[in-house]
């Protein structure tokens, strides 16, 4: 079954400092993968997604993700934290081999940025 | 670009009353998804359409749920009679075929807070 894990319920950065929020998921066949931000009383707003090609996938606000395939992960990173990253982060994976277009969306990650 | 929209952002009633929830979503697209979040369970998908038309409802929890959509443009998802453990923010979103296929991501409403006393 697919699957996707986000093994950390918070992380905690100072500003300017990187940051790296974690996923790693399981699916038979190609995986696509996005990572979502939701801010308090808003839903969620996609960021990134990986389909094929680069590993390292740019998206909205200076974030990026890394696809390791070997690893089964797909973190996401930013050279640089703002105060105003601080949000909720999900992961979700679709494997469209399967013929569902479900997204499993992992538990999410408090990310806190210290000013 | 009008995103997905919902009503009512927040509702409060009292248990065994009837609730609707509307989602209105980005015009185009054709696939529309309803999702309940909670802090205990996460955010779990309960039922998706494609073209009007419903694909999966395994995760509606009982049948006191129900959801719609008689067209293109409109949603619905009720919940008769109302518990309080339904209290929970309610998302819709919706997304685009063709986008799925190559992997367009979902687009979420801002959600309906529901508390039921």
């Known amino acids: 079954a697919q699957s996707v894990a986000q093994p950390e319920d918070q992380v905690n950065v100072a500003e300017g400092n990187p940051l790296t929020v974690k996923c790693t998921y399981s699916?038979?066949?190609?995986?696509?993968l996005f990572w979502y931000v939701q801010y308090p009383n808003r839903g969620l707003q996609f960021l990134l997604k990986y389909i094929t090609g680069d590993n390292l996938v740019k998206g909205s606000y200076g974030f990026e993700a890394e696809f390791n395939k070997s690893q089964t992960s797909f973190h996401l990173k930013k050279p640089s934290a703002l105060v105003s990253d601080s949000a909720l982060y999900f992961c979700?994976?679709?494997?469209?081999?399967?013929?569902?277009?479900?997204?499993?969306f992992g538990t999410g990650t408090r990310l806190k940025v210290l000013a | 670009d009008a995103g997905v929209i919902q009503s009512p952002r927040h509702e409060v009633t009292e248990m065994g009353q009837e609730v609707t929830l509307r989602c209105k979503p980005i015009s185009g697209h054709d696939y529309l998804f309803w999702y309940r979040q909670t802090m205990m369970r996460g955010l779990e998908l309960l039922i998706y359409f494609n073209n009007n038309v419903p694909i999966d409802d395994s995760g509606m929890p009982e049948d006191r749920f129900s959801a719609k959509m008689p067209n293109a443009s409109f949603s619905t998802l009720k919940i008769q009679p109302s518990e309080p453990r339904d209290s929970a923010v309610y998302f819709c979103?919706?997304?685009?075929?063709?986008?799925?296929?190559?992997?367009?991501?979902?687009?979420f409403g801002d959600g309906t807070r529901l508390s039921i006393l």
């Open positions: 979700a994976v679709r494997d469209i081999t399967s013929g569902t277009y479900k997204y499993i």
């Open positions: 699916v038979s066949g190609n995986p696509y």
């Open positions: 979103a919706s997304s685009l075929q063709a986008g799925i296929i190559l992997g367009q991501p979902q687009h």
